[in-house]
Nanobody
Framework: QVQLVESGGGLVQAGGSLRLSCAAS????????MGWYRQAPGNEREFVAT????????YYADSVKGRFTISRDNAKNTGYLQMNSLKPEDTAIYYC?????????WGQGTQVTVSS
């Protein structure tokens, strides 16, 4: 089992930046693919970005491509989401996900609020 704890959220003005972290404990983090998802009030949870076990392959939602960067440091059991050029529509709770096959784990989420 994997326990995930997100941090780094907060309030930022439009155009600003934040870096989210996802600290993992439990089973070896490097055996899991990792992703970030977000959920805005009244909306369903949506995909943001994903990175494979080694960190060599990434994929982004069109809405964040070119602005967000997903990365990981397996030696530190931590994943990251660097968010630049933030927009008010990026406001949401951001969740970290770790998955191995059909098994997935979620963190508790961290709030990101972008003011206009």
């Amino acid at each position: 089992q994997v326990q995930l704890v997100e941090s780094g959220g907060g309030l930022v003005q439009a155009g600003g930046s934040l870096r989210l972290s996802c600290a993992a404990s439990g089973r070896t983090f490097s055996t899991y693919d990792m992703g970030w998802y977000r959920q805005a009030p009244g909306n369903e949870r949506e995909f943001v970005a994903t990175i494979n076990k080694s960190g060599g392959s990434t994929y982004y939602a069109d809405s964040v491509k070119g602005r967000f960067t997903i990365s990981r440091d397996n030696a530190k059991n931590t994943g990251y989401l660097q968010m630049n050029s933030l927009k008010p529509e990026d406001t949401a709770i951001y969740y970290c996900n770790a998955r191995l096959g059909v098994v997935g784990y979620w963190g508790q989420g961290t709030q990101v609020t972008v003011s206009s």
